[in-house]
């Protein structure tokens, strides 16, 4: 028996003492709880509480033996009654990971920040707490803190008073309003000396009663000066405006607070009344419009959340898409409807899609409903199937039953299971009311299967065009309208030019669009779209509506078709041969920035599947780099360039390829509009082949010595170091003149970037010392992984030296640390230098493959999630023999 089938929790009221935070070196805090619940008389249950130490257990009244009933993180509660009653007294421990209560000591003043983060099972390290999505409670908190410190929680604030009931004497303990029912994952606290901007919405419910809702920004003090509340307060409301009448359900958790907090592990985490971030959304060293759009759309994602993870919740973290879905596919979708970022599908088709492309491809792919059978899964699923294959197939799911239906189904789920747990089954039943569509097919066919499906063209000539099914209609302004899937939607009158062969293992229904794009002077544009219904076949399926396209034979290079072009559904585009060849020389010039985004997106899986060579993409990211003005599409394909020369391009080719992005980056550099988002993309990608080429080295220290220095491109922190890694990477800058940066730079970018730089530096003894460091385990969260970051920077024969090292441990890290720092110091010290030296190569017997296998055939009882994560190393590492060996072959 589950133990939700046993109890039901009424409420939790926890006191946590954070009076002794600021001692040096503190390490642990009180806490302290007391849960009502009611089970079946006579059932045993147990408690999750990751501890220090429990000094009392008293259960109904009664203690209860320490030694007996405290085993490992769980308190084990015997002979319950109908109506219960456990009170714990214990103390837990501050975190330097970001998992549960962190403790941050700020470089520039010494102050000490805490805050906290939970999923999916992290709550259990701050107070005991039956840790579980569907074991809703109301929480009450007392936060008790140093007398000038403030304090937030989910609830509102309902008074404070000094006591000396605590470690410090005369601190002040902080109350709490009680929460809605909540799962206690999305509990939390902040406290500190944080700086607070105060503001308000005001507007009126879906009733139409007037609301009124405070808000709340909270960051380092250090980091005030960059906190812009003019646009977070705005986007705030734009939300506030939205959501509540797209779902017909105010929002529920009163307040809506914010707050900023340094070494975060995630991008933000929805706890209602009080959504945490990390800061690295503050944009010290500037910002493109792209991060700032990113910003935004993470704002509306969390905000979903209050409607889709919060109100109504997955019952188990196998549902966990019920929620990152959801919430992915609304912060691009409010995006679009409700602020200035009205491309965020632009960003959403190329670098989200993208990741969930890459983590379909890996042996770990699982359904987007996974199985899920313990929490160490739960952890590693908030991955890209989760979060961008998910929101991928929702939008295809919008334009199979229409939007307003699926909006229909929106707020029907939240009517009727308002603070309850649900799972798929609930869901389809409001969408199976609210459509008339078979979407249990429709979910059968996508949230149960893995893998992306290929869509294939083929051109008249390649392939029998004699073929006839029902495929498409022509339209010529703009994304196709209706339903893709309405058979009355298809002009079967004109000749088909194309056909679409779907290739899978599970196969699927699309409905997508096809357009034909020409080139029209510098421009490409698209001259006709025609709407394509591809069933859950591989039967050829026509392509309509286009107009005569030429025969692969006769492709005049000036013309393409482009699979998917508004983005509708989720699939891996492979085009004829002719078309891939166009695009790859015309993808710049293609006017629609989604389209364009579509293109380039198609580009980069032909290099990831051997269809385009990658030094081809490095080039063409050079010839492209600019001519680019979208923020997001210039920073993803840049990064791409970067990813193909780090790990695709055969090494003998790397220094030529690498040495004309350089060129290319540095000239577009120089000529970027002052001032200007793509100058400072350039820039810091600029900065980080730099780093693995000292060529530029002059140019580098000129810029840093405000000789020559680029108009209009100021040299923040984050760039500085950026700059100064580059040249302590390729030999060219000393320690001390890294120390002498460091003393002008306290700052928390500083402290990072002179970590970095360090374990950058091009010496056996500073490698020596960074991977001790490394695997010493007393780094923080970040500090860890900027040092991890540096020692990478180093020649392949250096890093060669690690890797027995790391084989022989990697496992032991895992054994003795938190998944957080095991998980980082797994996947970023694993050998990444990648040398293949001959066509024939066999990629399974490249000695890093081979040593990764070897080690999953000899450890098949590790724990699962390590597996997993060595398992996609080992096909990351698989992939990128195999494209040296294809690109030698060439």
């Given at each position: 028996?589950?133990?939700?089938?046993?109890?039901?929790?009424?409420?939790?009221?926890?006191?946590?003492?954070?009076?002794?935070?600021?001692?040096?070196?503190?390490?642990?805090?009180?806490?302290?709880?007391?849960?009502?619940?009611?089970?079946?008389?006579?059932?045993?249950?147990?408690?999750?509480?990751?501890?220090?130490?429990?000094?009392?257990?008293?259960?109904?009244?009664?203690?209860?033996?320490?030694?007996?009933?405290?085993?490992?993180?769980?308190?084990?509660?015997?002979?319950?009654?109908?109506?219960?009653?456990?009170?714990?007294?214990?103390?837990?421990?501050?975190?330097?990971?970001?998992?549960?209560?962190?403790?941050?000591?700020?470089?520039?003043?010494?102050?000490?920040?805490?805050?906290?983060?939970?999923?999916?099972?992290?709550?259990?390290?701050?107070?005991?707490?039956?840790?579980?999505?569907?074991?809703?409670?109301?929480?009450?908190?007392?936060?008790?803190?140093?007398?000038?410190?403030?304090?937030?929680?989910?609830?509102?604030?309902?008074?404070?008073?000094?006591?000396?009931?605590?470690?410090?004497?005369?601190?002040?303990?902080?109350?709490?309003?009680?929460?809605?029912?909540?799962?206690?994952?999305?509990?939390?606290?902040?406290?500190?000396?944080?700086?607070?901007?105060?503001?308000?919405?005001?507007?009126?419910?879906?009733?139409?009663?007037?609301?009124?809702?405070?808000?709340?920004?909270?960051?380092?003090?250090?980091?005030?000066?960059?906190?812009?509340?003019?646009?977070?307060?705005?986007?705030?409301?734009?939300?506030?405006?939205?959501?509540?009448?797209?779902?017909?359900?105010?929002?529920?958790?009163?307040?809506?607070?914010?707050?900023?907090?340094?070494?975060?592990?995630?991008?933000?985490?929805?706890?209602?009344?009080?959504?945490?971030?990390?800061?690295?959304?503050?944009?010290?060293?500037?910002?493109?419009?792209?991060?700032?759009?990113?910003?935004?759309?993470?704002?509306?994602?969390?905000?979903?959340?209050?409607?889709?993870?919060?109100?109504?919740?997955?019952?188990?973290?196998?549902?966990?898409?019920?929620?990152?879905?959801?919430?992915?596919?609304?912060?691009?979708?409010?995006?679009?409807?409700?602020?200035?970022?009205?491309?965020?599908?632009?960003?959403?088709?190329?670098?989200?899609?993208?990741?969930?492309?890459?983590?379909?491809?890996?042996?770990?792919?699982?359904?987007?409903?996974?199985?899920?059978?313990?929490?160490?899964?739960?952890?590693?699923?908030?991955?890209?199937?989760?979060?961008?294959?998910?929101?991928?197939?929702?939008?295809?799911?919008?334009?199979?039953?229409?939007?307003?239906?699926?909006?229909?189904?929106?707020?029907?789920?939240?009517?009727?299971?308002?603070?309850?747990?649900?799972?798929?089954?609930?869901?389809?039943?409001?969408?199976?009311?609210?459509?008339?569509?078979?979407?249990?097919?429709?979910?059968?066919?996508?949230?149960?299967?893995?893998?992306?499906?290929?869509?294939?063209?083929?051109?008249?000539?390649?392939?029998?065009?004699?073929?006839?099914a029902p495929g498409a209609h022509a339209t010529h302004d703009g994304a196709g309208s209706g339903d893709p899937a309405d058979p009355a939607a298809v002009d079967g009158t004109a000749a088909a030019s194309a056909t679409l062969t779907q290739r899978a293992a599970s196969l699927r229904p699309h409905g997508l669009t096809v357009g034909r794009y020409t080139r029209d002077g510098d421009a490409v544009v698209t001259t006709a779209r025609t709407e394509v219904r591809v069933p859950a076949s591989d039967t050829p399926v026509p392509v309509t509506g286009l107009g005569d396209a030429p025969?692969?034979?006769?492709?005049?290079?000036?013309?393409?078709?482009?699979?998917?072009?508004?983005?509708?559904?989720?699939?891996?585009?492979?085009?004829?041969?002719?078309?891939?060849?166009?695009?790859?020389?015309?993808?710049?010039?293609?006017?629609?920035?989604?389209?364009?985004?579509?293109?380039?997106?198609?580009?980069?899986?032909?290099?990831?599947?051997?269809?385009?060579?990658?030094?081809?993409?490095?080039?063409?990211?050079?010839?492209?780099?600019?001519?680019?003005?979208?923020?997001?599409?210039?920073?993803?394909?840049?990064?791409?360039?970067?990813?193909?020369?780090?790990?695709?391009?055969?090494?003998?080719?790397?220094?030529?390829?690498?040495?004309?992005?350089?060129?290319?980056?540095?000239?577009?550099?120089?000529?970027?509009?002052?001032?200007?988002?793509?100058?400072?993309?350039?820039?810091?990608?600029?900065?980080?082949?730099?780093?693995?080429?000292?060529?530029?080295?002059?140019?580098?220290?000129?810029?840093?010595?405000?000789?020559?220095?680029?108009?209009?491109?100021?040299?923040?922190?984050?760039?500085?170091?950026?700059?100064?890694?580059?040249?302590?990477?390729?030999?060219?800058?000393?320690?001390?003149?890294?120390?002498?940066?460091?003393?002008?730079?306290?700052?928390?970018?500083?402290?990072?970037?002179?970590?970095?730089?360090?374990?950058?530096?091009?010496?056996?003894?500073?490698?020596?010392?960074?991977?001790?460091?490394?695997?010493?385990?007393?780094?923080?969260?970040?500090?860890?992984?900027?040092?991890?970051?540096?020692?990478?920077?180093?020649?392949?024969?250096?890093?060669?030296?690690?890797?027995?090292?790391?084989?022989?441990?990697?496992?032991?890290?895992?054994?003795?640390?938190?998944?957080?720092?095991?998980?980082?110091?797994?996947?970023?010290?694993?050998?990444?230098?990648?040398?293949?030296?001959?066509?024939?190569?066999?990629?399974?017997?490249?000695?890093?493959?081979?040593?990764?296998?070897?080690?999953?055939?000899?450890?098949?009882?590790?724990?699962?999630?390590?597996?997993?994560?060595?398992?996609?190393?080992?096909?990351?590492?698989?992939?990128?023999?195999?494209?040296?060996?294809?690109?030698?072959?060439?």
């Amino acid at each position: 028996m589950t133990r939700a089938e046993q109890i039901r929790v009424e409420d939790c009221r926890v006191t946590v003492d954070l009076s002794g935070a600021r001692e040096p070196g503190a390490t642990t805090f009180g806490t302290e709880v007391t849960v009502r619940f009611t089970a079946e008389a006579g059932a045993e249950t147990f408690i999750d509480f990751i501890h220090d130490t429990v000094s009392a257990v008293e259960l109904n009244g009664e203690s209860l033996d320490v030694d007996d009933v405290v085993e490992g993180s769980r308190i084990r509660l015997p002979e319950l009654g109908t109506a219960n009653e456990l009170h714990v007294v214990g103390r837990a421990l501050y975190s330097r990971s970001g998992e549960g209560m962190h403790r941050y000591v700020d470089p520039q003043d010494d102050s000490v920040y805490l805050d906290t983060q939970y999923e999916p099972a992290d709550c259990r390290r701050v107070f005991p707490v039956f840790e579980q999505p569907d074991l809703k409670a109301v929480y009450y908190f007392t936060v008790i803190t140093p007398p000038e410190w403030l304090a937030a929680s989910n609830g509102d604030p309902t008074g404070q008073n000094t006591t000396d009931d605590c470690d410090v004497p005369g601190a002040v303990a902080h109350d709490f309003a009680p929460t809605q029912r909540i799962s206690s994952y999305i509990t939390t606290i902040l406290a500190g000396p944080y700086a607070r901007f105060t503001d308000e919405w005001s507007g009126t419910d879906p009733q139409g009663e007037a609301v009124t809702i405070p808000l709340t920004l909270y960051c380092r003090r250090a980091l005030a000066e960059h906190m812009d509340t003019q646009e977070l307060f705005m986007l705030t409301k734009q939300g506030l405006d939205f959501f509540p009448r797209l779902f017909a359900f105010a929002y529920p958790f009163g307040k809506y607070e914010q707050a900023f907090v340094p070494e975060y592990n995630l991008g933000a985490m929805e706890n209602p009344g009080l959504v945490t971030f990390t800061e690295a959304y503050l944009f010290p060293s500037g910002a493109t419009r792209a991060q700032l759009a990113g910003r935004a759309n993470t704002l509306l994602h969390e905000m979903s959340h209050m409607w889709f993870g919060d109100l109504v919740t997955m019952r188990w973290w196998d549902d966990l898409w019920l929620k990152e879905s959801f919430a992915e596919f609304m912060g691009a979708y409010a995006s679009v409807h409700a602020t200035e970022y009205t491309d965020a599908w632009v960003t959403f088709a190329l670098a989200r899609k993208e990741w969930a492309y890459r983590q379909d491809q890996l042996p770990t792919t699982h359904p987007i409903v996974a199985d899920i059978p313990d929490l160490e899964a739960a952890r590693q699923n908030f991955d890209g199937i989760t979060y961008a294959k998910g929101a991928s197939v929702l939008k295809q799911l919008v334009a199979f039953v229409g939007e307003e239906a699926f909006m229909d189904a929106c707020r029907a789920y939240f009517r009727r299971f308002a603070f309850e747990n649900t799972s798929l089954d609930d869901f389809l039943e409001v969408l199976d009311e609210a459509s008339d569509h078979d979407v249990r097919a429709w979910a059968q066919q996508w949230l149960h299967t893995t893998g992306v499906p290929v869509l294939e063209v083929r051109l008249p000539g390649s392939v029998d065009d004699d073929a006839a099914a029902p495929g498409a209609h022509a339209t010529h302004d703009g994304a196709g309208s209706g339903d893709p899937a309405d058979p009355a939607a298809v002009d079967g009158t004109a000749a088909a030019s194309a056909t679409l062969t779907q290739r899978a293992a599970s196969l699927r229904p699309h409905g997508l669009t096809v357009g034909r794009y020409t080139r029209d002077g510098d421009a490409v544009v698209t001259t006709a779209r025609t709407e394509v219904r591809v069933p859950a076949s591989d039967t050829p399926v026509p392509v309509t509506g286009l107009g005569d396209a030429p025969s692969s034979e006769a492709q005049d290079g000036a013309s393409f078709l482009l699979v998917n072009d508004t983005d509708l559904t989720y699939c891996l585009a492979h085009p004829d041969p002719e078309s891939l060849a166009a695009i790859t020389r015309l993808v710049g010039a293609i006017e629609d920035p989604l389209a364009r985004a579509v293109a380039h997106s198609q580009v980069w899986a032909a290099v990831r599947d051997a269809r385009l060579s990658p030094r081809e993409y490095v080039s063409m990211a050079a010839r492209e780099c600019g001519a680019e003005r979208h923020a997001a599409i210039l920073t993803t394909v840049l990064d791409h360039a970067g990813q193909a020369l780090g790990e695709y391009v055969p090494y003998q080719y790397r220094t030529a390829s690498r040495r004309e992005f350089l060129e290319a980056l540095r000239n577009a550099l120089l000529a970027a509009e002052a001032g200007s988002g793509e100058q400072l993309v350039l820039a810091r990608a600029f900065a980080r082949e730099a780093a693995r080429d000292g060529s530029y080295a002059r140019q580098v220290q000129e810029w840093l010595g405000d000789e020559g220095t680029v108009a209009g491109l100021p040299l923040s922190s984050e760039l500085r170091w950026s700059l100064l890694t580059a040249l302590t990477a390729t030999g060219h800058a000393t320690v001390s003149e890294l120390e002498t940066e460091h003393a002008q730079d306290p700052t928390r970018d500083g402290r990072l970037g002179y970590t970095r730089a360090v374990a950058a530096i091009r010496s056996d003894r500073a490698k020596h010392e960074a991977w001790q460091r490394i695997v010493a385990g007393e780094l923080s969260n970040d500090e860890l992984s900027a040092t991890i970051s540096g020692f990478q920077l180093a020649a392949p024969a250096v890093l060669h030296r690690y890797e027995s090292e790391y084989f022989a441990h990697f496992a032991e890290w895992w054994d003795t640390h938190s998944m957080e720092i095991a998980t980082r110091m797994v996947r970023g010290l694993y050998p990444r230098a990648i040398e293949v030296r001959a066509a024939s190569s066999d990629p399974k017997e490249h000695p890093v493959v081979r040593e990764t296998h070897a080690w999953l055939d000899a450890h098949r009882d590790a724990p699962g999630a390590l597996r997993r994560i060595i398992m996609e190393l080992a096909a990351d590492a698989e992939r990128a023999v195999e494209l040296q060996v294809a690109c030698l072959s060439r």
